[in-house]
């Protein structure tokens, strides 16, 4: 069950977990003030409601996790997301990513390979306020050639290589935000994209995802 009651302890809790993700050295003003917007308590089961607000990663269903806090926010101010850019996530998961995409204005089209999770956000209600975001059930490896070009991009998930669809569904100028690499840890890459279709790297800090795993699961 997941709870809907955003209770003044819990605002007290998000505010704490601001500054604790500030202080880790994100200062994005505006990807600070969507973590204090969004009850990230309402992404989880409530046998979680403890400890929501502790800047870690949890379970969900189908052995996936909810990002850490630090780590959402972090690929996110790479992604110095503007007002109505469309940007593609790879990786849905809780949803809680692409709230704060939606909050920042993005125009948000998300993929996720679990239909059991994909069902699940079907069912909350609470994101349904978020009219700039669009759920597919789809093997992120293949984007969404309908809704393309994007302005940005960001997996979630540990991507073994550079998925090339991808990039072609990019913008010029677009940026692609990836966690790459196959063992246990990644290290977080910049890619973007120059107008001969080749893409201008640059590396980051090192992380640890689930992996990006290749076609739809039941
Ligand atoms: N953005 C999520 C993080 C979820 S963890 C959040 O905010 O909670 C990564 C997610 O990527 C998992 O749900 C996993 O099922 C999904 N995933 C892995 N490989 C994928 C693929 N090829 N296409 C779409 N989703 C994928």
Known sequence: MRATDDTYRHKGLRRKLVETVRSKGITDENVLTALENIPRHFFLDSAFDEVAYED???PIEAHQTISQPYTVAYQTQLLEIKKNDKVLEIGTGSAYQAAVLAELGAKVFTIERQKKLFDANKNFLWIK???NIKFFYGDGYEGLPTYAPFDKVII???APIVPLKLIQQ???GGMMVIPFGSGDVQVMKRLIKQADG???EEVYDRFSFVPMLQGKKD
């Open 170 to 172: 990019m913008k010029v």
């Open 198 to 200: 080749s893409v201008k």
């Open 56 to 58: 870690k990663a949890f």
């Open 156 to 158: 979630t998930a540990a």
């Open 129 to 131: 306020k978020y009219h």
